[in-house]
């Protein structure tokens, strides 16, 4: 596993209950600001592994990125977390938007 991965994973493991991340906000904490697709790819391969909470990463501008199922659930995982959605799947990033640990 490279640096890079370890730190995604590492940073997604972090984001506290009733918070969210964006995966280009991940992608720059790990110290790659122009990596957010492959954040969504560690996140894919990795989230049973490590136990990932993927629910509370989406788009940065506050969207669900999943479509389907899999966007109606993670909107559910949310919901029980206590996050607001303004509209259908989108919420509010500057109430909800994790600021990260400087550990990064």
């Known amino acids: 596993m490279n640096d890079f991965t370890a730190s995604v994973i590492q940073i997604i493991q972090a984001i506290p209950h009733g918070k969210v991340a964006g995966y280009g906000q991940i992608a720059t904490m790990a110290g790659n600001a122009r990596a957010a697709r492959v954040v969504s790819r560690i996140l894919h391969t990795c989230t049973g592994k490590h136990a990932l909470p993927w629910w509370r990463v989406i788009r940065n501008s ?41 550990a990064y």
Request: glycine share 18%; net charge negative; charged share 25%.
């Open 62 to 102: 506050g969207e669900i990125a999943l479509q389907g199922e899999g966007g109606a659930l993670q909107k559910e995982m949310l919901l029980a977390e206590g996050i607001v959605f303004i509209g259908n799947a989108k919420l509010d990033m500057e109430q909800y938007a994790w600021k990260g640990d400087s």
